[in-house]
């Protein structure tokens, strides 16, 4: 009979595995020495555009958040990549100068990896970062009074589906490609200048979905307000078409029950909070007194940043 593995892996068995399974968070944390621990991650996806170097771009960004949204500096990677046996050659390299280019931008070298065929394309990286233990970012370090920033505009899932749709020509959708291609470096480094505890990143779960698993890790409740978050180009009209991907009704199912939405707030703008996200942008919280100043700092560097909300002592997400 098989054991759970959770009974298998025994925090108390491992005692440098500071970020593990028993966390909610966005990558495994294992202590090194007192000032450094090595941060670990992988993830990879399906193609979300028509692009090969774009996608390999996007799909190494997003494997390369989980570290920063934890506080650290990636630094060595390796390719995960599933190729159609029919794919041209050519395709399957336009992907991986992709990925190998966004790695360079990170500082980050790619030492090797594995490929499978499979029937559909999928690439992504597994990623290894240092971070400082003393500046780790955790899901559950919130506190009430917290004021909430996200470092990307949300809307990816519904950009993406309309592009699979044909509802949205590439220019319209090249502002929103090219938001997916940043990196999270500079919010992150931002963060943790100004002593962030508290951060993930908004990928598949949506932007609700990942502030309910940091609000339910820190025992916390939430204030979003809806006009302050911001949207990429075209999401709104392509929701009220109902452009919306699978996951988004699943998001809502399953998250939906922990977010309290204004009387008259359409379903539409309730579908897009919990819309998946793809390289989506950080949410983190800073101290109350320390908000000002990271705001500053964030316009003085150019860091695109919002102020979204506030953390309360409730028990739900409440949309005003």
């Not at 920063?68 to 990549?81: H, S, T, V």
């Not at 590439?170 to 931002?190: F, G, H, S, V, Y």
Request: proline share 7%; aromatic share 8%; hydrophobic share 45%.
């Amino acid at each position: 009979m098989l054991r759970p593995i959770q009974h298998i892996f025994l925090p108390k068995d491992y005692p440098d595995l500071i970020a593990g399974l028993e966390h909610p968070d966005d990558a495994a944390v294992w202590k090194l020495e007192d000032d450094r621990a090595l941060v670990m991650t992988t993830d990879f996806f399906t193609p979300i555009v028509d692009d090969p170097y774009d996608y390999g771009l996007i799909a190494a960004a997003n494997s390369l958040s989980d570290i920063y949204a934890m506080g650290g500096e990636p630094f060595l990677a390796l390719n995960i990549c599933a190729i159609p046996p029919q794919l041209p050659t050519s395709v399957a390299s336009e992907i991986l100068r992709g990925g190998a280019d966004m790695a360079k931008r990170a500082g980050v070298v790619i030492a090797g990896g594995h490929t499978i065929q499979d029937k559909e394309p999928k690439y992504g990286l597994v990623v290894i970062g240092f971070v400082h233990p003393g500046n780790m970012m955790t899901k559950s370090g919130l506190l009430a009074g917290d004021v909430l920033f996200l470092s990307k505009p949300i809307g990816s899932g519904v950009v993406t589906s309309a592009i699979k749709a044909d509802k949205i020509s590439a220019t319209e959708a090249r502002e929103t490609i090219e938001w997916l291609k940043r990196l999270n470096k500079p919010a992150a480094q931002l963060a943790v200048r100004h002593k962030v505890r508290s951060a993930t990143d908004i990928t598949g779960f949506s932007l609700l979905g990942h502030a309910w698993e940091m609000a339910e890790a820190s025992g916390v409740g939430m204030i979003i307000e809806n006009k302050r978050v911001p949207l990429y180009p075209h999401t709104e009209a392509l929701a009220a078409q109902w452009t919306f991907p699978g996951g988004g009704f699943d998001n809502a199912e399953f998250f939906g029950p922990h977010v309290t939405f204004p009387e008259g707030i359409s379903k539409e703008t309730q579908l897009t909070l919990f819309d998946p996200q793809t390289s989506g942008g950080l949410l983190f919280a800073a101290a109350a007194d320390r908000a000002e100043a990271l705001e500053m700092d964030a316009k003085e560097k150019q860091i695109p940043l919002w102020r979204i909300g506030r953390v309360t002592d409730g028990e739900k997400i409440v949309i005003i």
